[in-house]
């Protein structure tokens, strides 16, 4: 979640607490600094899915965070499909969404009547729900104990940049511990240290955008109760007039629970217990809750010009931040690390020239500047300027009880899809297609055996390049390094509910080439060696 | 399809003055929330944002064409 102004009210309790460890590097007075491949600041959902995603590809990752522990809040509760999907290949997602609040529907209503519902994932044949709610504490464990499997990530608490130094070869960093300071030198320094990020300013990063003058009060609350497991959004209800409101569930019979306040409210006095609570009761009718978190924000939409500063990579809230309607946050956040750490890998690798790593700035700010104006967008909706802004909002919001067109136009958050990158990686299309995803669009999932899906099979074969193909009888010999993932024929996957072929608009012979972030990198209807080859060298950044 | 500044009614008075009644009897309040309405529900027939676009530009133009003349005017 996006947070500008954030006074916290009460702490929840820190649900883990981690000891801080003196390490060999520190004791290296006299001689060089220990030199690393790859330093991540920041042990967030993003910076440790980014380590277990490099260890997972054999780099050796050393990860600080200038914490001792995981707590202070739900935070970010919303974590998408695509998420899950990286996360499965992490090795965490069955552990989040056993854990996790599955949804995928939406209600959106106007003062005390519903003005329509919506559902995120209306079709079946996805082995990953739409989105599922957890915590943001709950990841950030369970992310945590998937690193204790990985030798590769050394993970070290209180350890924090205190100053950095740019070098032709890599970066200097000074780093202070509660046993004095040290220097570490990296090839590559990833900086997910969130949206007040002190490596953005240590290397001199303006971070400019829109801040949105209404203030919103976020409370996590506990409570028994029989709502749905739904995301329930109100303008203008009866218990809250004139404003906007979200219900949503989370795990433990905890409830998010978001309320607009008006830009002139005092958050010195609106933040306190005393003042939340006859505003939550008023909510739900009833006072028999308790606080777990509340907190009061001013939501800004902004991102840094460039993503990469030198040696220093930025992902994450440290490199864009939007507003929380829409679950934008950590899930953009999370698609940078996923789209970041194949390529870092084969930088470092020597496989693929520096250069690749432009790719991550070029198709990252893309999707940022998407999730600034989709979150922008939903803002100014709830919150609007002007006179007029409010009277076309009302018209919308008066047209939606007969129309059609009038729902759609209503905007209570859109939520995070993953972006279509318009990439210098891909290869543009050479043959007719009408459907399946596009070069630059995610791949799609669909069921490959009862409880078993075309994921899975990505998964399962290492996240490197693979080739998706419908078997025509002929054999591809794909060029070194890419697996395969072949459906019907004798050997290949099973396409039981004909989904596979259906939404990849397949035929006999089409391959896909999908990159190890799980985009399509180029399609072909009758693939060559050649051409399979130029797409993935392509891809590489390689020509 | 480009936004069409032809006539396109065989009764142009009829379309306006049917514009001009709605408002009839209306505060300017009543009338700006009218004219909100009508302004989504045609562009939503209309169905196409490049042809909204190009009427948001002419009706804007319009505007500023008539603010310089006052200026000068003055």
């Given at each position: 979640?996006?947070?500008?102004?954030?006074l916290?009210?009460k702490?929840?309790?820190?649900?883990?607490?981690?000891?801080?460890r003196?390490?060999?590097?520190?004791?290296?007075?006299?001689?060089?600094p220990?030199?690393?491949?790859v330093?991540?600041?920041?042990?967030?959902?993003?910076?440790?899915?980014?380590?277990?995603?490099?260890a997972?590809r054999?780099?050796?990752?050393?990860?600080?965070?200038?914490?001792d522990?995981?707590?202070?809040?739900?935070?970010?509760?919303?974590?998408?499909?695509?998420?899950?999907e990286?996360?499965?290949?992490?090795?965490?997602?069955?552990?989040?969404?056993?854990?996790?609040?599955?949804?995928?529907v939406?209600?959106?209503?106007?003062?005390?009547?519903?003005?329509?519902?919506?559902?995120?994932?209306p079709?079946?044949g996805?082995?990953r729900?739409?989105?599922?709610?957890?915590?943001?504490?709950?990841?950030?464990?369970?992310?945590?104990?998937?690193?204790?499997?990985?030798?590769?990530?050394?993970?070290?608490?209180?350890?924090?940049?205190?100053?950095?130094?740019?070098?032709?070869?890599g970066?200097?960093?000074?780093?202070?511990?509660?046993?004095?300071?040290y220097?570490?030198?990296?090839?590559?320094?990833?900086?997910?240290?969130?949206?007040?990020?002190?490596?953005?300013?240590?290397?001199?990063?303006?971070?400019?955008?829109?801040?949105?003058?209404?203030?919103?009060l976020?409370a996590?609350?506990?409570?028994?109760?029989?709502?749905?497991?739904?995301?329930?959004?109100?303008?203008?209800?009866?218990f809250?007039?004139?404003?906007?409101?979200?219900?949503?569930?989370?795990?433990?019979?905890?409830?998010?629970?978001?309320?607009?306040?008006?830009?002139?409210?005092?958050?010195?006095?609106?933040?306190?217990?005393?003042?939340?609570?006859?505003?939550?009761?008023?909510?739900?009718?009833?006072?028999?809750?308790?606080?777990?978190?509340?907190?009061?924000?001013?939501?800004?939409?902004?991102?840094?010009?460039?993503?990469i500063?030198?040696?220093?990579?930025?992902?994450?809230?440290?490199?864009?931040?939007?507003?929380?309607?829409?679950?934008?946050?950590?899930?953009?956040g999370?698609?940078?690390?996923?789209n970041?750490?194949?390529?870092?890998?084969?930088?470092?690798?020597?496989?693929?020239?520096?250069?690749?790593?432009?790719?991550?700035?070029?198709?990252?700010s893309?999707?940022?500047?998407e999730?600034?104006?989709?979150s922008?967008?939903?803002?100014?909706?709830?919150?609007?300027?002007?006179?007029?802004?409010?009277?076309?909002?009302k018209?919308?919001?008066?047209?939606?009880?007969?129309?059609?067109?009038?729902?759609?136009?209503?905007?209570?958050?859109?939520?995070?899809?993953?972006?279509?990158?318009?990439?210098?990686?891909?290869?543009?299309?050479?043959?007719?297609w009408?459907?399946?995803?596009?070069?630059?669009?995610?791949?799609?999932?669909?069921?490959?055996?009862?409880q078993?899906?075309?994921?899975?099979?990505?998964r399962?074969?290492?996240?490197?390049?693979?080739?998706?193909?419908?078997?025509?009888?002929?054999?591809?010999?794909?060029?070194?390094?890419?697996?395969?993932?072949?459906?019907?024929?004798?050997?290949?996957?099973?396409?039981?509910?004909?989904?596979?072929?259906?939404?990849?608009?397949?035929?006999?012979?089409?391959?896909?080439?999908?990159?190890?972030?799980?985009?399509?990198?180029?399609?072909?209807?009758?693939?060559?060696?050649?051409?399979?080859?130029?797409?993935?060298?392509?891809?590489?950044?390689?020509? | 399809?480009?936004?069409?500044?032809?006539?396109?009614?065989?009764?142009?008075?009829?379309?306006?003055?049917?514009?001009?009644?709605?408002?009839?009897?209306?505060?300017?309040?009543?009338?700006?929330?009218?004219?909100?309405?009508?302004?989504?529900?045609?562009?939503?027939?209309?169905?196409?944002i490049?042809?909204?676009?190009?009427?948001?530009?002419?009706?804007?133009?319009?505007?500023?064409?008539?603010?310089?003349?006052?200026?000068?005017?003055?």
């Amino acid at each position: 979640m996006a947070q500008a102004t954030t006074l916290q009210v009460k702490t929840h309790q820190a649900k883990t607490q981690f000891g801080y460890r003196r390490h060999p590097d520190q004791d290296r007075a006299g001689q060089s600094p220990a030199e690393h491949p790859v330093v991540v600041v920041g042990a967030g959902p993003v910076g440790l899915s980014l380590a277990i995603d490099l260890a997972q590809r054999g780099q050796r990752v050393v990860l600080l965070d200038d914490a001792d522990r995981i707590g202070e809040g739900s935070r970010a509760i919303c974590f998408s499909k695509r998420s899950l999907e990286y996360w499965d290949r992490l090795g965490v997602g069955d552990r989040m969404v056993a854990k996790g609040v599955v949804w995928s529907v939406g209600r959106i209503f106007h003062g005390d009547s519903q003005l329509y519902q919506f559902n995120l994932l209306p079709e079946d044949g996805h082995k990953r729900p739409a989105f599922i709610n957890l915590q943001q504490y709950y990841a950030e464990a369970y992310l945590v104990d998937r690193i204790q499997d990985l030798p590769e990530v050394d993970l070290r608490w209180r350890n924090k940049v205190t100053a950095l130094e740019q070098r032709n070869d890599g970066v200097a960093l000074t780093i202070e511990t509660p046993e004095g300071a040290y220097r570490l030198h990296a090839q590559y320094v990833i900086a997910c240290d969130g949206a007040r990020s002190s490596l953005r300013q240590m290397v001199g990063a303006e971070f400019a955008g829109q801040v949105f003058e209404d203030q919103f009060l976020i409370a996590d609350v506990k409570m028994t109760a029989e709502f749905p497991t739904e995301r329930w959004f109100w303008f203008d209800p009866p218990f809250h007039a004139g404003r906007s409101a979200l219900l949503h569930r989370q795990p433990d019979d905890v409830w998010r629970i978001d309320l607009q306040l008006n830009r002139y409210a005092d958050p010195v006095l609106e933040k306190k217990p005393e003042n939340v609570r006859p505003r939550i009761a008023r909510m739900l009718g009833h006072d028999k809750f308790e606080f777990e978190w509340i907190s009061l924000y001013k939501f800004q939409c902004r991102r840094m010009d460039r993503f990469i500063h030198g040696r220093v990579i930025f992902a994450g809230d440290s490199a864009h931040q939007v507003s929380p309607f829409g679950a934008r946050g950590a899930n953009s956040g999370l698609e940078d690390a996923e789209n970041l750490s194949w390529k870092l890998d084969r930088v470092l690798r020597g496989i693929s020239p520096a250069s690749l790593l432009e790719s991550y700035h070029a198709e990252r700010s893309m999707a940022a500047d998407e999730n600034i104006r989709e979150s922008t967008r939903s803002t100014d909706f709830m919150a609007p300027n002007s006179h007029q802004e409010a009277r076309l909002r009302k018209a919308v919001l008066s047209l939606a009880k007969e129309t059609e067109f009038g729902k759609r136009m209503v905007n209570g958050g859109r939520l995070s899809v993953p972006c279509s990158y318009d990439s210098p990686l891909s290869s543009p299309d050479a043959d007719a297609w009408c459907g399946g995803p596009s070069p630059g669009c995610s791949m799609l999932d669909a069921p490959i055996a009862e409880q078993a899906y075309l994921t899975d099979a990505f998964r399962d074969g290492g996240t490197d390049f693979t080739l998706l193909s419908f078997s025509n009888g002929a054999a591809i010999d794909p060029p070194a390094g890419v697996k395969q993932v072949r459906i019907g024929g004798g050997s290949g996957l099973a396409d039981p509910s004909g989904l596979v072929a259906k939404r990849y608009d397949a035929e006999p012979g089409t391959a896909y080439l999908l990159r190890p972030d799980g985009y399509v990198a180029a399609r072909f209807r009758h693939p060559t060696r050649e051409a399979i080859a130029a797409a993935l060298s392509r891809a590489q950044g390689l020509n | 399809m480009p936004l069409s500044t032809s006539s396109n009614f065989v009764r142009p008075d009829d379309a306006f003055r049917a514009v001009v009644e709605a408002h009839r009897g209306l505060t300017e309040e009543q009338s700006a929330d009218l004219d909100s309405a009508l302004v989504l529900i045609l562009a939503n027939h209309i169905g196409d944002i490049d042809v909204l676009r190009e009427a948001i530009g002419l009706a804007r133009r319009r505007m500023i064409d008539g603010q310089q003349q006052q200026q000068q005017q003055q």
